[in-house]
C-alpha cells in the first residue's frame, strides 16, 4: 500500500511539473522579455519587443509563413493589445499552428492552447467570405508590465509573385525582420518606402530586411496614415526559368492587363440589364443625365460581399453584371461592373478603376502590383458637351468621369475626399496607366453659414442659423444625417452648438438633403438667455462669432512629427446681429486677413441700421505640409482662433 500510494504520489509530482512546464515561455520569448527598452512617453500603451515573418515559398507552390511576435505592455490603455490574429483563406490556406504566452509581472506564465484560439468570419458584414480569422485575445489577462507574445505558423498559395512588409504600426519597435526563402533559381527585389532604402541580407537563395529601435509613431491631427508614415518594404520574386506557374509584374501595363482581363468577361448585356438602363433613363435628356440615373441606382443596391474562391482571383474578379442584377447587392467592383455594362448597353464606355480607399497617398508609382489597391471604382468616357469637377484627360482614353458607384452619400460629379488626388489604375488593357485622380477645388467643398439673431436688452439671444453646403462638405452633413438616429442627430447638432454657447436651446432641427443636386441644408432655431456678458448695468460683452464649424482644425501640440494634410475646403459666414434698444457699439475688434500658400482668412465688423453686420471667410487649398512647416500652419489656426474669439463691447447710451 504504501509502495502504491508513494508510486501516486510521484506520478502526480510528475503530472504537475508537466503542466508548469507546458506553460513555459519558449526562449526567443524569455530573450525578448529581458530586453530593456528605452523610457518611452507616458501615452505609449506598449512596445513592441520582437516582430518577424519568415516566409518560405516552396517548390510545390505553397507559402508556408511564421510570424514570431512579443509586446510589453506598458500602461493600462497597452492591455487591448495583448492579441494575436492571422489571416487565412479556407479554400487555398490554413494555419498550421497557432500559440500565445504571457509572462506576468512576478515573472509567471499563461500558455493559450487550441481552446482559446476563435475562429471567425474576416468581415461581419459579408453573407459569407472565405477569409477567416483566428484570433487569441490575452488583454484581460495582460496587466501594465506583463509580455505577450505568439507564434503562428500558416500556409498559402499566392496569387502572384509578391509581398509587402510593414516593419511597425505606431508603436516603437525594438527589432523588426522579413525574412523569405525561395526554391534554387528563384530571385527577389525590393523596394522601399516611408525610409532610406533597405538592402537585404543574402545567404543563397534566402533574403533577410531588418530595421532596430524604431520609434513610436504619435497620432496626430491633420496627418497621413500610419501606414504612409511607417517603414515599408514591397518585395518582388520570381523564378530565372520564365515557365514558371504565375504572374510576375514588370509594369503597370502588366497589372492593367492581367485584372482587365479578371473583368472584361463578367461584363454582360442581356436583355434584363439593356432594359433596366432603358427604364432608368427614360426621362434623361443628356449624356450626364443617362450616367446620373445610373449611378443613384447601382448606388442604392445593397453592399453585400460574398467572396468565393479568392485564392484563384476572384477577390479581384466581378460577378457577371447580370447575376448582380438580378441578386439586387454587389460589393465595390460588382457594383462597377454592372454600371459599366448598364452603361455600355447605352452606347457609353466605361472602365473599371482598382484604388485603395483610406489615404490618397498610400499607392505607390514604383511598385507595380494589384496588391496596392483596395476598393473599385469607375472611370466613364465622356463627350466633350458633359461638364463636371471630377474629370480627367487620359491620354489614350480621352475624358473620364471618374465616380464611386459605391459610396452612397457622393453623387456623380464628385468624388469621395479619401480617393481624390490617388494614384489609381484605370483598368483597360494594355491602355490602362496608373493615373492621378482628380482633386475638386475648395469651391466646390463649401459651407456657407448666415446668421438672424436678436440680442436682447438682458444678454439674452435668440435667432435662427442657416447652412448650405456642396461637395465634400455636404457629404459629411448627409453621412452624419444618414448614419444617426433622429434624436441622436439632433444630439449631435445640439453639442455643436452648445459648444459655441453654453446657454443655447434649440426649438428646431429641420435638415434637408439635396443630394441630387449635391447639396445639404441646415437650419437651426435657438435661443440662449444671457449669452452676452453685462457688466456695471452700462456695458454688454459678446463673440459675435457664435458658433464654430462642425469640422474645426485645432492644432495645439507644440511640436510634430508628421506631414499635416489638408483637403480643399471653403468656409463663408454672413451674421447679423440685431443689438439691443438703447445700446451701441463702443470697442470692434479689429479686422483679420491672412494669406499663407495652403490657405487664407478674413473677417470683418460693421454697424448698419442698429445691427452689426459679422463676415469670416476661409479657404484651404489641398496641400500636404512638411512637419518642419507646422509653425506656420499653426500659427495661421491660432490667430484665426483668436480671431473669432475676439469680444464686441457694447455701452448703454
Not at 95 to 117: F, S
Not at 132 to 157: H, L, M, P, W
Not at 429 to 440: A, C, I
Not at 574 to 602: A, C, W
Request: hydrophobic fraction near 40%; include cysteine.
Amino acid at each position: 500500500m504504501k509502495r502504491r500510494l508513494f508510486f501516486l504520489l510521484l506520478l502526480n509530482v510528475f503530472l504537475i511539473g508537466t503542466a508548469i512546464a507546458s506553460d513555459e515561455a519558449p526562449g526567443w520569448l524569455m530573450q525578448a522579455a529581458s530586453l530593456k527598452p528605452p523610457v518611452y512617453d507616458k501615452d505609449v500603451p506598449a512596445v513592441v519587443l520582437r516582430n518577424e515573418q519568415q516566409t518560405v515559398y516552396g517548390s510545390d507552390g505553397k507559402l508556408v509563413v511564421t510570424e514570431t511576435y512579443a509586446i510589453r505592455i506598458l500602461n493600462k490603455d497597452g492591455r487591448r493589445l495583448a492579441h494575436a490574429a492571422v489571416f487565412y483563406l479556407v479554400s487555398t490556406g490554413k494555419v498550421r499552428d497557432m500559440n500565445g504566452w504571457l509572462i506576468r509581472p512576478d515573472g509567471t506564465t499563461k500558455k493559450y492552447e487550441k481552446n482559446a484560439i476563435l475562429d471567425m468570419i474576416s468581415d461581419p458584414d459579408d453573407v459569407y467570405n472565405e477569409g477567416r480569422i483566428k484570433s487569441i485575445n490575452a488583454s484581460d489577462d495582460a496587466d501594465s508590465g506583463a509580455v505577450f507574445g505568439y507564434q503562428i505558423t500558416s500556409e498559402e498559395r499566392p496569387l502572384f509573385f509578391q509581398d509587402t512588409w510593414t516593419f511597425q504600426g505606431r508603436l516603437p519597435t525594438l527589432s523588426s525582420r522579413y525574412t523569405l526563402s525561395l526554391p534554387a533559381g528563384w530571385k527577389a527585389s525590393s523596394v522601399t518606402f516611408n525610409h532610406t532604402d533597405i538592402q537585404p541580407q543574402v545567404n543563397g537563395s534566402t533574403y533577410t530586411w531588418q530595421l532596430d529601435n524604431l520609434a513610436p509613431i504619435p497620432p496626430e491631427p491633420a496627418s497621413p496614415s500610419v501606414r504612409n508614415l511607417a517603414p515599408r518594404l514591397t518585395v518582388n520574386y520570381f523564378s530565372e526559368n520564365t515557365a514558371a506557374a504565375g504572374p510576375n509584374f514588370t509594369g503597370w501595363k502588366e497589372v492593367s492587363r492581367w485584372v482587365s482581363d479578371l473583368h472584361s468577361s463578367q461584363v454582360v448585356v442581356d436583355d434584363a440589364v439593356a432594359g433596366k438602363a432603358r427604364e432608368l433613363t427614360l426621362n434623361a435628356k443628356t449624356e450626364l443625365e443617362r450616367i446620373q440615373a445610373i449611378a443613384v441606382f447601382v448606388q442604392n443596391l445593397q453592399y453585400i460581399s460574398i467572396d468565393i474562391g479568392v485564392g484563384y482571383g476572384n477577390g479581384i474578379k466581378p460577378r457577371a453584371s447580370n447575376l448582380v442584377l438580378s441578386r439586387g447587392y454587389g460589393d465595390c467592383k460588382d457594383k462597377a461592373n454592372l454600371m459599366r455594362a448598364m452603361l455600355k448597353s447605352l452606347g457609353i464606355e466605361a472602365y473599371p478603376v482598382a484604388i485603395y480607399s483610406g489615404d490618397p497617398t498610400y499607392v505607390r508609382e514604383e511598385w507595380a502590383s494589384p496588391g496596392q489597391f483596395n476598393h473599385c471604382i469607375i472611370a466613364i468616357k465622356l463627350s466633350a458637351a458633359s461638364q463636371a469637377a471630377t474629370v480627367i484627360d487620359h491620354p489614350k482614353l480621352g475624358r473620364l468621369l471618374i465616380f464611386d458607384a459605391t459610396d452612397p452619400y457622393t453623387p456623380v460629379g464628385d468624388l469621395p475626399e479619401s480617393l481624390q488626388g490617388s494614384l489609381a489604375l484605370i483598368l483597360a488593357g494594355d491602355d490602362g496607366t496608373l493615373s492621378k485622380m482628380p482633386v475638386t477645388p475648395p469651391e466646390a467643398n463649401k459651407l456657407d453659414r448666415f446668421t438672424e439673431l436678436t440680442l436682447d436688452v438682458d444678454g439674452n439671444l435668440q435667432g435662427v442659423i442657416r447652412e448650405r453646403s456642396v461637395g465634400q462638405a455636404a457629404v459629411g452633413e448627409r453621412a452624419l444625417r444618414r448614419l444617426l438616429s433622429p434624436p441622436d442627430y439632433n444630439k449631435r447638432i445640439e453639442q455643436w452648438i452648445v459648444n459655441g454657447i453654453s446657454t443655447a436651446r434649440l426649438s428646431k432641427i429641420s435638415p434637408v438633403d439635396k443630394i441630387a443636386e449635391g447639396r445639404f441644408e441646415l437650419d437651426v432655431e435657438l435661443s440662449a438667455p444671457s449669452y452676452a456678458q453685462l457688466m456695471q448695468g452700462r456695458l454688454m460683452i459678446f463673440k459675435p462669432a457664435v458658433v464654430s464649424r462642425l469640422n474645426s482644425l485645432w492644432l495645439t501640440e507644440p511640436t510634430r512629427t508628421s506631414p499635416i494634410v489638408l483637403d480643399p475646403y471653403s468656409f463663408t459666414e454672413t451674421s447679423t446681429i440685431k443689438l439691443p434698444v438703447g445700446f451701441t457699439v463702443d470697442e470692434m475688434p479689429d479686422p483679420v486677413s491672412l494669406e499663407t500658400p495652403f490657405g487664407k482668412y478674413s473677417n470683418s465688423y460693421q454697424v448698419k441700421e442698429g445691427s452689426l453686420l459679422f463676415t469670416r471667410n476661409m479657404v484651404l487649398n489641398s496641400a500636404r505640409i512638411p512637419a518642419d512647416k507646422y509653425a506656420s500652419v499653426k500659427d495661421f489656426f491660432i490667430k484665426i482662433r483668436n480671431a473669432e474669439q475676439a469680444p464686441v463691447v457694447l455701452l448703454k447710451k
